[in-house]
């Protein structure tokens, strides 16, 4: 019975033709090791200047970086801690039992692992993923304390992103009520990431550069670190902070705001010795909700959410890369 997801058969054609090697060096390992902007989300309780402050450099970050970490976020450390704890638990099931239609009774496209469908090395991602849409959560097995702490991170995590989002939103004129209109615990997502030592390649993808399709993601990561963003045109690395949360602005956000918020590309880099493993919470609205720019004149075309991933599950068939925001300018 396989253990890991057959990344060497399934890629190996692709490492061993030449043909690729050019393509290979063009997966640069980058040097240039970043902190992002740290809130100390405690500022909102300091009295009004102190609170004004902390918002004015969230709405900076999601400018400038479309990403930074937060401290003092209020999702308790032990929980983050059990969370990761069954997350590894989860994993360690075996390749056949977790690829299996009904893993868990998740739907059919809850486990992911890397590209079946690559064909070169710019579309191959070497990590294994357990998506879930927390619409199905109730009828997800229990799976040792799987099921009931996410349920419990997810509670948290929904209040955490509703706040988050409406701190964001304060600037830019959007009705307080946008965000608890449109959203609900179980319109997010939550996707595991394990991202197994990688043979080949230290500067080869964990996962393929991608924006997120949300309003904001919450990132919960260990101190392996391997997360890079673009930046001036340039790919970073994120220094890791095991205590901190990182926050990226999804390609919702980007279009509700008329592009001021930034949802910016990333990716992980594979490590060739230690295992990695991330939790991201993807804040989204029910599917019929209508994406339209907080101002005018509109860079997007409104776009409901069900419009939005039916695009990105025909632009991955074609083209192995979701596309994203580009397809609805205006
Ligand atoms: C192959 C892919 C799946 C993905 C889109 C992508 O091209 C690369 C990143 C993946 C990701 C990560 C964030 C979100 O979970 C997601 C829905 C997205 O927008 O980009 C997924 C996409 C997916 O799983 O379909
Ligand atoms: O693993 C990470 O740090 C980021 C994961 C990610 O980008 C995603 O799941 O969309
Ligand atoms: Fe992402």
Redesign the pocket.
Known sequence: MAIEPPFLEKYKAIFQSSANEKEKSTIVDVSEVLELPLIDLGHLNLGPFERQKCIEKMARAATEWGFFQIVNHGIPEELLTRLKQEQIKVFQQPFDKKSEGNFLNLSAQSYRWGNPLATSLSNLSWSE?LHITLKDISKMDEYNKLRSTIEEYAEKANVLAQRLAEHLAESLGIKVSYFGDNCSPSSSSL?M?R?PPCPYSSTMF??IP?T?TDFL?I?S?DHVG??QLERNGRWVSVKPNPKAL?VNIGDFYQALSNGVYKSIR?R?IANQEIE?Y?A?YFYCPTYETVIESCSKPSLYRKFSFKEYRQQIQKDVKATGDKVGLSRFLL
Do not use: E, F, M, P
């Open positions: 993923a996707r990431n991202y964990g996962i991608h997120d993601t990132v990561q391997g997360l990182v990333h992980v990695r991330s991201a």
